[in-house]
């Protein structure tokens, strides 16, 4: 990834990005982060920094972290929604409000565990829950 520290300038600027406050995940030759203000997810070539697609996630600012299996990028925005994006193209192809599988309200902008993935289970933590999806068995929007 030290390619990618060499692209940042280049990177915040055709993202319009100014920070990044969350923990990337990389897949192959690809980098997945969300930039804020602004929030837009995006995949980079991790060696030239090269952004691959940019899709809007749509968060003021963004701490929780990305992560990847099975095609598809995972991430909790600052509205307490599951996203999900098409790690080969940006399609957005999951958005889960997480209060609707917990009893409490979600406190999301507070939070920063974001998201966990094994054995095909994604494991979402956000307050005083701990949430277990299988990816078959969630809806596409």
Known sequence: MAAYKGNVDQYAYQTQAL?????????????????TPGGLMDALDQTTGTPQWVSPLLDG???????????VIYTIDSKGFLD????????????????????????????????????????VADGGDLIAYRPSALPVP
């Open 19 to 35: 920070c990044n406050a969350d923990s990337p995940a990389g897949a192959g030759t690809t980098v997945y982060t969300v930039g």
């Open 61 to 71: 600012m963004h701490y929780e972290s990305v992560s990847f299996a099975d095609g």
């Open 84 to 123: 999900g994006f098409d790690a080969a193209t940006g399609a957005p192809v999951l958005h889960r409000s997480l209060s609707a599988d917990t009893s409490e309200a979600i406190l999301t902008p507070l939070n920063s565990a974001g998201v966990a993935i094994a054995r095909h289970t994604v494991y």
